[in-house]
């Protein structure tokens, strides 16, 4: 009998625990279509003006990198105001000679950019420092004195920052306050900018090597000996790694251990950070000649010939490639064809390369004039002079442009 009371009431319990777990659901289904947006009529009338679109959370993205990312494809954000670029803060820097420099250099060299998240900007310099200053007034945050020049655009990643030059060290440092947490000794000096995925950093270096080396440590993952003194950053897509070399020659490397997947003749010693793009590889030399190589062969596609040396990297963007030259201009070619669209005379050559926000183009040339124009036609939007010489690449970001000159770090924009 017990036994049997047990039973029943355990069912009329379950059944009252059903019934108000029916009535919750159900409540709770006519608040959220409510909330969202159900038939129901409003208290009072509304207009088209009054109905707002839902925010959207925006991840933001960071110029990290040279060029943005490991791709070398992504240039910073807008946007342009319609007012002209005024210079907003300059931070004085200045200079140091070096083993293999006798002449002092200052300032940011070629092929630095700075690279920032919004709040920070962070930039090395010939002066042997790496600096990290506040984005909206200049004021510096710290400073990391290396032993030489330090022309490379540093890394953003996570809560460190990676930094390296001529001194022939990659540094690990604390983004917070620039204290180092390591440092990996290579064989030579490292111009470009180093690249890191999946906790694993990739560069090239002058001693001729190629190394990957673990982010946690800095300790040696594989180095590849032999390739040929590299100046230009790497580029690295889908598992590959595109890198040029000074004695003229482009290879394509697997990340897993730097095998050579292939290799092709760029003939002329190359300084240039390859851009990939609509299945393509594409680079310049000193020898004043722009080629496209395909992405899986390597097989030449198109060369077009200016009329002096590249030290500048293409960037490319609607099917159009976009790069300076020695002789005194910016050249827009098809991607496809190498064909031309559009030539900009400059007052002087051009080594620093070309970023591209919301189709602007903006690049400086060597006798420190600063150039924004039209992708679309290289019709000049504003030319601004700097100072004595523009070697580096400019970072954008949120419409703002941060630029080297030989002897500041200036922040343009709309006043």
Not at 166 to 183: H, M, P, R, S
Not at 238 to 266: A, F, M, N, P, Q
Not at 389 to 399: K, L, Q, R, S, V
Request: proline share 3%; aromatic share 10%; hydrophobic share 35%.
């Amino acid at each position: 009998m017990k036994h049997s009371y047990q039973k029943q009431s355990q069912k009329i319990f379950g059944s009252y625990l059903s019934s108000i777990s029916l009535f919750m659901a159900t409540l709770a289904a006519l608040l959220f279509f409510n909330g969202c947006g159900s038939k129901a009529e409003p208290k009072s009338k509304t207009t088209e003006s009054d109905v707002r679109p839902a925010e959207t959370v925006r991840v933001r993205e960071n110029v990290a990198t040279f060029l943005g990312n490991p791709s070398r494809s992504y240039y910073g954000t807008g946007p342009w105001s319609d007012k002209p670029l005024e210079v907003l803060w300059s931070i004085k820097t200045s200079a140091m000679a070096g083993p293999n420099h006798k002449v002092a250099w200052g300032g940011s060299a070629w092929p630095g950019q700075p690279s920032t998240d919004g709040e920070r900007v962070y930039f090395g310099s010939a002066d042997g420092n790496v600096y990290a200053v506040n984005a909206h007034d200049g004021s510096i945050f710290w400073k990391f004195q290396g032993l030489d020049s330090m022309k490379a655009t540093p890394v953003i990643i996570g809560d460190k920052i990676l930094a390296n030059g001529l001194d022939t060290y990659v540094y690990c440092l604390n983004a917070a306050d620039g204290k180092l947490v390591w440092k990996f000794k290579a064989g030579f000096e490292i111009d470009g900018s180093v690249i890191v995925i999946d906790d694993r950093i990739y560069f090239g270096c002058e001693d001729h090597n190629f190394y990957c080396i673990s982010l946690k440590d800095g300790s040696l993952v594989y180095k590849i000996v032999g390739l040929g003194s590299m100046e230009g950053s790497c580029t690295i897509v889908d598992g590959r790694i595109y890198v040029g070399t000074e004695g003229g020659d482009l290879y394509c490397l697997d990340t897993k251990d730097g095998k050579t997947i292939w290799k092709s003749r760029i003939n002329a010693d190359s300084d240039s950070t390859p851009a990939v793009a609509n299945g393509l590889v594409i680079t310049a030399a000193e020898d004043g000649n722009v080629t496209a190589y395909k992405q899986e062969t390597g097989e030449r596609v198109w060369t077009f010939k200016t009329h002096d040396g590249i030290w500048s990297s293409p960037t490319v963007a609607n099917g159009r490639v976009y790069i300076g030259s020695s002789d005194q201009h910016m050249y827009c070619l098809t991607v496809d064809k190498g064909e031309l669209v559009w030539s900009y005379k400059t007052h002087a050559a051009v080594w620093g390369t070309a970023p591209i926000v919301d189709g602007r183009l903006v690049f400086g040339d060597k006798v420190g004039w600063l150039y924004v124009l039209s992708t679309d036609d290289g019709k000049q939007i504003q030319e601004l002079k700097l100072g004595d010489n523009i070697n580096a690449t400019p970072a954008i970001m949120d419409g703002r442009v941060y630029v080297g000159t030989s002897n500041t770090l200036n922040a343009l924009g709309a006043k």
